[in-house]
């Protein structure tokens, strides 16, 4: 069956170049674009660590730049001994001054990796510092994210996420300036939740509800992964996060709280008769499976299939018809056993639902 | 020749860090044990860190005798950095030298292995 | 076998007689060289006509048997060789893995591999590499190399390195094969449940084929550690003491350790993995009380020693090549001792380190970032006194020393990253990506496929005869050197860009296209490189001359080894005085090779090597080894079998295969072990008379059963561990309401087990004093004890019904339980086995090797018990 190709996402909105740039301040970081550049150039920041979306990717990020330098410093100091020494006619050094070159080889390194340890274990609790912000609480499934906004719950072993809050799904709005706490779970297998932009990423383990503090501090769309390998589908269990003001946070969470904009018409009717409410909720109306993402508001998203595709009508379609292909893995089967009218209508209602 | 008051064998040669794989796992299990529930997060741990510092204060010590021990006989031998000669001397000498440089390279890893307990206060 | 039950020493004296042609320990061959009839300090050893003889009974007793017999050898040689080539085939088999994951990845949504495929493809590269190459291509190496640089003619136990050998092939065989059915392991090379253990997720054989497999892999590798301590503690030159000790043998003892401290965690691991597989019980099952982490737990106290397992005996090859190019001795002997034997503790403290993003609270991630940290100091002492040693010497520069440079300019890179990697925030964004895949690879490939690679080009003429092309040489060296980095520095920055490991696609536009793609070219570079390594080797070179004896003008042991290769290892035994005798000692050659130091003959006509004290290197006793046999193939083939039909659930034919395991071994140790002599001791030369057969502590055999008891034991407790870890999880453990075992049971057996423990121990005095009827009735007695202990401990959980599917607490009371019934039976039929050998004549006072070892497997029996009965009695009233 020769299949419609879906349009994928390939550019994200927002270039970030400028910011990118504005944030390699200091002479550590000058070393970056020179680095970096045959990765830089030319492409969209936003899947990187280095996009300094967030206080933890930047005081991370800043980390990594002076471990860099040094790294770069002791490998050439190292590859030069190393070039000089195995050269056939190099100066034959006595043997107290070998000694005192191993001696110093153990005393060099002590310094630095205790300097070293002691910066990562003041940054630590800082990073997990109390969260200011709201509580969400993300469930990693297979292959896709739950995500519940304002829930009330805490961290612990031998615990479920808890339940309750604003459900949506594969796309995280998160206030900027704000430290929000992401409690994260999984009912079925280990995923890993990371945002490379804004902080380091942190497991989804079943039977446990892990924390995450994340603070963004600049508006725009970023990527997030599944980085722990969780089955067929791994590679394609993404999702976006949009940092907003304050403000717009707020009027997103009260928009996603309310009902389905359409409730009714041939497209509802379709989706409830083929069985598709049983895994999927459209509040409002009688669908109200558990199984799959809440699709209340899900051309209010920007992407379809966890991070897949970009959101339209015909990718909506596409992926009802053609589920299994598209995204190999999936735990939703292929509907193409539908008329192509029926799929149409009903990916026309789900575009509807803004 | 100054006769060692030990004789220096494999085990003694491990001693050091030995203390230091069980200053480690105490250090572990004082933490995990309360920290393990995961809730209450932010609360001081304060006892566990006291009990980490004990602890510390041990093994160094310990490991400070070794040392101590260790660097004695082995001056007491003549010392030196080459311990090639084929006499039961040779040998001891080297054990020492080698136990005074894992006592060293122990203290510095039980040192580290405590800074954690110095700058984490709470269990988040 | 009756023919056998008279011999009890003395009586034999030099003559071959019919029951030696039945005794293994003779080589059967035809025509066999005459017997000496002079004890070897009684000849004149200048005489030519006299080491004439002397060598004829050499090469004879130590020849490996020819044509289909040839496979039925057990000599380090051979079995070095054979694990050595089988480790390659595995690691070419893996590189052709890489490469289909380099096509795959080489362009954004590349359809070569589905994304399931895919799975398999890497889980199997990591899998393989690791498992079937890594690890063994140490014990391969090793196993051919240290009893040569020990002047030791084998190993002690050449038939356990031979059963070992089998159990990796055919275990390799099983894992690399499944792959041809698209039945292979797909949750990568740490298999982390749920994915793994639940049939929802990963139906199939797959994840059962990986566990089983390299279950059995991992008995081969405590096997090759059992020999190798013992190896390098026991089978020392005379006068080799400690200080004298090439460092390669420092390093292997440091390793070999490690093994048994590392793997069996992993088996616990395993045991628990597969019981959940098969049966249903829920360790890794939140919803019935278990717990993922704790899987996590046993993979990395294993997983991170391994690493170093991996490392450090392909650095203590740079610690023998350098030296040598450098034309000096080490400079710094101590500073390698601290750093093998630090690096060795401080790795067992880096396990988290791979766990950093599991939600482990910050103190405890703190500790391991810590020893993360600390574990780079030795290893960059190392590093400097490699650094020290060539700047004070004159250096000579060659392929391998090429292939040494090269590992220190890639490792260090691997070394500068980790130190980025061990400070858990920065991990917080690289774990997970091709970053962590870019530091694995740059350590790995760096610390020890170079450093072999180096050995390789080092060796080979020791091996083989032949050097290797200097020429093809240096072109392979600058491909691998110039493709790895090609190929793997790129995956820093696409790590770094966000792409995840384990991915079979990703998008365009995120700036992950290019460094893919030149990642892809270099590792075709690289494999080119490395095919020109394997066609040097490959390739005919019999119009070659032989390269001249020590051709690299070494100064250790293995460098007699003479053109063309004799099996008998060493021609005399020598005295050592000097760590690098070819070096220090005046004509050391020529008194090796004219038999002028210990041992220049097989009088008898029986393979012998020196065991020697542990300090001081002082002759203890004259070790007969045996030889070929083709039993140690059928122990491995049967327990092949026994893991192989597990893994398919044809569980008849599972205890059949059991049973038939049990036999084979049984069969091997009647035959080739505790052989009594014809004579109580024997003139090895130089004067000095060594007693051929002694028992306890003295005993290589003894060592044996202590050292597998340690990494049996800690196999035992790593299953503690899980129960503890079980109890401190949960606030309530046992939960409310669920059954117990109780008191009465678990103390009823562990009485049982103590007064076997008991009557074992005076069972091996009285013997020794003479008491052979009362000892037999305390063996016997013993074992019927040791029987109803192993019931009594089943009876606890059976009675109170505990139904292990309901609940983690059960399951794990079960499987302490039964490990500890498991053990009992077995304590049961080794005194069974001693009790036999009495009656047989073949366990006597005198000769009493079998029960003194059976001894020592019951202190270990009895702390088992002891620990086992204690926790599951005692736990529930705790909480």
């Not at chain 1, 280095?50 to 002791?74: S, W």
């Not at chain 1, 310094?111 to 990562?120: P, Y």
């Not at chain 3, 004829?56 to 044509?67: C, F, Q, T």
């Not at chain 3, 293995?558 to 053109?563: N, P, S, V």
Request: charged share 15%; hydrophobic share 55%; aromatic share 12%.
């Amino acid at each position: 069956m020769p299949a419609r190709r879906p349009h994928r996402v390939t550019m994200w909105p927002v270039g970030k170049f400028d910011a990118v740039l504005s944030a390699l301040e200091g002479p550590a970081r000058v070393v970056l674009p020179t680095l970096l550049g045959l990765a830089v150039a030319g492409c969209s920041q936003e899947q990187s660590i280095f996009a300094n979306a967030g206080t933890e990717a930047a005081q991370v990020a800043e980390l990594f730049f002076v471990m860099l330098v040094g790294a770069v410093v002791i490998w050439i100091v190292v590859m030069a001994m190393s070039v000089y020494a195995t050269r056939a006619n190099a100066t034959v050094f006595s043997d107290k001054a070998g000694t005192r070159l191993i001696v110093f080889g153990a005393a060099f390194p002590t310094i630095v990796l205790a300097a070293l340890l002691v910066w990562g274990l003041m940054l630590m609790p800082k990073l997990r510092r109390p969260a200011d912000g709201p509580t969400i609480a993300v469930s990693g499934e297979r292959f896709w994210w739950r995500i519940a906004y304002d829930v009330e719950g805490e961290p612990g072993v031998v615990k479920s996420l808890p339940a309750g809050g604003v459900e949506s799904a594969n796309e995280l709005w998160l206030p900027v300036g704000k430290r929000s706490e992401i409690l994260i779970g999984s009912p079925d297998v280990i995923h890993s939740f990371w945002v490379p932009a804004i902080a380091g990423k942190m497991d989804a383990m079943p039977g446990r509800v892990n924390r995450l503090v994340v603070e963004p501090t600049r508006e725009g769309v970023y990527n997030g992964v599944c980085a722990e390998f969780c089955g067929d589908a791994h590679a394609q269990m993404g999702f976006r996060v949009v940092a907003v003001s304050e403000a717009d946070y707020a009027a997103f969470v009260a928009a996603q709280a309310e009902p389905a904009a359409v409730t009714s018409g041939r497209g509802a009717d379709l989706f409830l008769a083929n069985g598709c409410a049983a895994c999927h909720t459209v509040r409002g109306t009688e669908a109200d499976g558990a199984v799959g993402p809440d699709l209340t508001h899900l051309a209010s998203r920007r992407t379809l299939g966890a991070g897949l595709l970009e959101m339209s009508e015909e990718n909506i379609a596409e992926f009802i018809r053609a589920t299994e292909h598209v995204k190999p893995g999936v735990e939703m089967p292929s509907f193409g056993v539908l008329p192509q009218e029926e799929i149409d209508e009903i990916a026309a209602w789900l575009g509807a639902l803004k | 020749m100054i006769h060692s008051e030990t004789r220096d064998n494999l085990w003694t040669l491990i001693a050091a860090p030995t203390i230091w794989a069980l200053h480690f796992l105490v250090s572990y299990i004082v933490a995990a044990a309360a920290c393990v529930p995961n809730v209450a997060i932010f609360q001081a741990i304060a006892g566990p860190r006291i009990l980490i510092a004990v602890i510390t204060a041990i093994a160094l010590v310990a490991i400070g005798l070794i040392f101590w021990r260790a660097r004695r006989e082995w001056k007491g031998h003549g010392g030196g950095s080459v311990h090639d000669t084929d006499t039961a001397t040779g040998r001891e000498r080297f054990l020492e030298f080698s136990t005074l440089l894992l006592a060293a390279l122990s203290f510095v890893s039980v040192v580290f292995v405590a800074l954690p307990a110095l700058f984490v206060a709470d269990c988040r | 076998m009756s023919d056998a039950t008279t011999g009890s020493g003395g009586a034999g004296g030099l003559g071959i007689t019919e029951a030696d042609k039945s005794d293994p320990a003779t080589p059967k061959f035809p025509y066999p060289p005459k017997p000496a009839t002079v004890g070897a300090s009684h000849v004149n050893q200048d005489d030519p006509e006299v080491r004439k003889a002397q060598e004829e009974r050499l090469i004879w007793v130590w020849d490996a048997p020819k044509g289909w017999k040839y496979w039925s050898a057990v000599n380090n040689t051979e079995v070095g060789l054979w694990y050595t080539a089988t480790s390659f085939a595995f690691m070419l088999f893996a590189g052709v893995l890489g490469l289909m994951i380099r096509v795959q990845l080489a362009v954004p949504e590349n359809d070569f591999l589905t994304g399931h495929f895919y799975n398999q493809v890497y889980t199997l590269h990591g899998t393989v590499m690791m498992f079937l190459f890594a690890v063994p291509i140490f014990e391969a190496v090793a196993i051919i190399i240290l009893p040569q640089m020990l002047g030791a003619r084998d190993l002690p136990f050449p038939r356990l390195s031979a059963f070992g050998y089998w159990c990796f092939l055919i275990g390799g065989i099983f894992v690399c094969g499944s792959i041809l059915f698209s039945a292979a392991p797909s949750g990568g090379w740490f298999m982390y449940p749920p994915l793994t253990t639940q049939e929802r997720f990963t139906p199939g054989y797959g994840a059962d084929i990986w566990l089983l497999g390299l279950s059995f892999i991992e008995v081969a590798s405590i096997a090759a550690a059992v020999e190798l301590i013992v190896g390098t503690l026991k089978c020392r030159p005379p006068g080799m003491r400690l200080n004298l000790m090439p460092l390669y043998a420092w390093y292997v003892l440091v390793v070999a350790g490690m093994i048994l401290f590392a793997f069996p965690p992993l088996i616990a691991g395993d045991i628990l993995f597969e019981l959940e597989r098969l049966f249903n019980w829920p360790f890794f099952d939140p919803e019935r009380g278990g717990d993922p982490m704790l899987w996590q737990h046993l993979f990395w106290i294993f997983g991170h020693p391994e690493v170093y397992i991996v490392f450090l005996p392909a650095i203590a090859l740079l610690a023998m090549i350098v030296p040598t190019f450098a034309r000096r001795p080490i400079l710094g002997y101590s500073w390698i001792v601290l750093a093998a034997v630090g690096t060795g503790f401080l790795s067992f403290g880096l396990w988290v380190h791979h766990m950093y993003t599991t939600g482990l609270p910050s103190i405890s991630l703190g500790f391991f970032s810590a020893a993360s940290e600390a574990v780079a100091i030795p290893t960059g002492v190392q590093i400097f006194v490699f650094l020290a040693t060539l700047l004070t010497g004159r250096v000579i520069f060659s392929v391998p020393m090429l292939f040494v440079s090269g590992s220190l300019a890639i490792f260090v890179v691997g070394g500068l990253t980790g130190v980025m990697v061990a400070l858990a925030p920065f991990d917080w964004q690289a774990h997970d990506t091709y970053f962590v895949v870019a530091h694995l690879h740059y350590v790995l490939l760096g610390g020890m496929l170079f450093p072999v690679v180096a050995g390789v080009y080092y060796f080979w003429p020791m091996l083989a005869g032949k050097t290797l092309s200097d020429k093809l040489g240096k072109t392979a060296f600058w491909l691998m050197f110039v493709g790895f980095n090609v190929g793997f520095f790129p995956m820093h920055f696409s790590g770094l860009m966000g792409m995840p490991r384990r991915i079979w696609t990703y998008p365009e536009g995120l700036g992950l296209e290019l460094p893919n793609l030149i990642s892809s070219v270099g590792a075709f570079v690289f494999a080119a490189g490395f095919l020109i390594v394997v066609f040097d080797v490959l390739r005919p070179r019999s119009k070659q001359p032989y390269a001249p004896r020590n051709v690299w003008n070494a100064g250790t042991l293995e460098w007699l080894a003479e053109q063309e290769d004799k099996g008998w290892g060493v021609r005399s035994i020598p005295i050592v005085t000097t760590r690098y005798p070819l070096w220090q000692q005046k004509n050391f050659v020529e008194d090796v090779d004219m038999g002028r130091f210990y041992m220049p003959d097989a009088e008898e006509l029986k393979r012998e090597t020196m065991v020697t004290s542990v300090l001081d290197a002082e002759p203890v006793q004259c070790l007969r080894v045996p030889g070929p046999t083709f039993m140690t193939m059928w122990a491995a083939v049967f327990l092949a079998a026994v893991f192989i039909f597990a893994t398919f659930h044809w569980w008849y034919m599972t205890i059949g295969a059991m049973v038939l395991a049990t036999i084979a071994i049984f069969v091997w140790l009647w035959r080739g072990t505790a052989l009594i002599p014809e004579k109580g001791e024997k003139d090895v030369g130089l004067g000095l008379k060594l007693p051929l057969y002694v028992s306890g502590p003295k005993s290589v055999g003894w060592w044996a059963m202590f050292i597998t008891m340690v990494g049996d034991g800690t196999a035992f407790l790593s299953l503690i561990f899980g129960y503890l870890f079980f109890f401190t999880i949960h606030e309530e453990f046992p939960p409310a309401g669920m059954a117990e075992p109780g008191i009465l049971w678990p103390a009823l057996s562990l009485a049982l087990f103590l007064a076997a423990w008991i009557a074992s121990q005076m069972a091996l005095s009285i013997n020794k004093a003479g008491g052979v009827l009362l000892a037999r009735a305390l063996i016997g007695g013993s074992a019927l004890l040791a029987f109803a202990a192993s019931a009594a401990i089943l009876a606890g959980p059976y009675f109170n019904g505990l139904d292990p599917v309901v609940h983690v607490y059960p399951a794990t009371v079960w499987v302490l339980v039964i490990w500890t019934a498991v053990h009992g039976a077995a304590g049961a039929l080794m005194l069974i086995y001693c009790l036999v050998r009495s009656f047989a004549g073949r366990l006597t006072p005198e000769f009493d090797i079998d029960i003194a070892n059976t001894a020592l497997y019951w202190h270990f029996m009895a702390a088992t018990a002891l620990i086992a009965t204690v926790a599951v009695a005692l736990l529930p009233l705790a909480s």
